[in-house]
């Protein structure tokens, strides 16, 4: 029988301190602090509750990067939700979480994401049935083997008191999930990723999200440090804004959040604050073979190990 006792307000602590600690970190290294939205929703609706969403625009690193919490409550299951739990279908929910993504100006500076939060099915007089689901992953646009490495051992690390399989089976989970299988590339160079997780119980589960939430700092922000000052020019720009449609591509076509959050009439600035500030599409374009750009198709985007 699976653990279905959890602690909403230990979990919404947790996330609204992860936040916090996150958008702090990244704001001082960029020099510009995040702005901060406090929203809630309007009463009577269907969909209840509110949220942060911190905000950086404009800075001297990091164009666009938004980190938001959210804490809300529905009626009814959207169907991405319970797609993989139809017997859990029409009941009502309570999702909470933290979402991220961090667009640097330097196309030599990798774009992050990262993802903690937790789902708890509800129905009138029965216990709620509580699920986890997150990670993270890296997309850069010139790929460096040593900030892959770095990225993965993080996660490797984080994970590791769970269990020694966990690490390459969320990484697989990564790799499958964040494929744009109309492209037949991945997003990136991957990271780790799990959905519907409930199989270490509740507290257990609870444990290892905390451990991924709170090494995002550690995997990514020395990658930021280490290439922040790389000279670039018009031509890594253009190509940075490419590979950025591939993002607007994934995260409109497959990503999961993204479905939630509009299935279940959720607050659309804040659910696409993931986009990027600039992207663009240019109709069958190769890049020349031997050039830092093709090495990033031939080198990073197909899934390999990296520790």
Not at 223 to 246: A, C, D, I, V
Request: aromatic share 14%; proline share 7%.
């Amino acid at each position: 029988m699976p653990d279905t006792t959890y602690d909403v307000s230990s979990v919404r602590s947790y996330l609204q301190s992860l936040q916090t600690r996150i958008a702090d970190a990244i704001g001082a290294l960029d020099g510009k602090p995040f702005g901060v939205d406090a929203w809630t929703r309007p009463p009577g609706e269907h969909l209840r509750g509110g949220g942060v969403t911190r905000i950086l625009e404009d800075g001297a690193l990091i164009e666009r990067g938004g980190v938001g919490f959210s804490d809300v409550a529905g009626d009814k299951l959207p169907p991405s939700a319970s797609a993989l739990r139809p017997h859990l279908a029409g009941r009502g929910f309570e999702a909470m979480g933290v979402s991220l993504v961090m667009h640097p100006r330097n196309p030599y500076c990798p774009t992050a994401h990262m993802n903690v939060r937790m789902l708890a099915a509800t129905k009138e007089g029965e216990a709620p049935i509580f699920w986890f689901g997150g990670g993270m992953d890296l997309t850069p646009y010139y790929g460096f083997e040593e900030d892959a490495a770095h990225f993965h051992g993080v996660c490797r690390d984080a994970l590791a008191p769970f269990g020694a399989d966990l690490y390459p089976r969320f990484k697989r989970w990564c790799d499958d999930y964040f494929f744009l299988k109309h492209r037949g590339e991945t997003r990136g160079v991957g990271g780790v990723f799990f959905d519907d997780f409930d199989e270490l119980g509740f507290e257990r589960s609870f444990e290892m999200v905390k451990r991924i939430g709170d090494a995002f700092v550690d995997a990514y922000l020395p990658l930021l440090q280490k290439r922040q000052s790389m000279p670039y020019g018009e031509r890594e720009r253009t190509f940075q804004s490419y590979r950025r449609g591939r993002y607007v591509e994934f995260n409109l076509v497959y990503d999961r959040g993204t479905l939630f959050g509009l299935q279940s009439g959720g607050r659309t600035e804040s659910i696409l604050l993931s986009m990027p500030p600039v992207a663009n599409w240019r109709y069958d374009w190769r890049p020349e073979p031997g050039t830092p750009e093709a090495k990033l198709y031939t080198d990073f985007l197909t899934p390999r190990d990296w520790v």
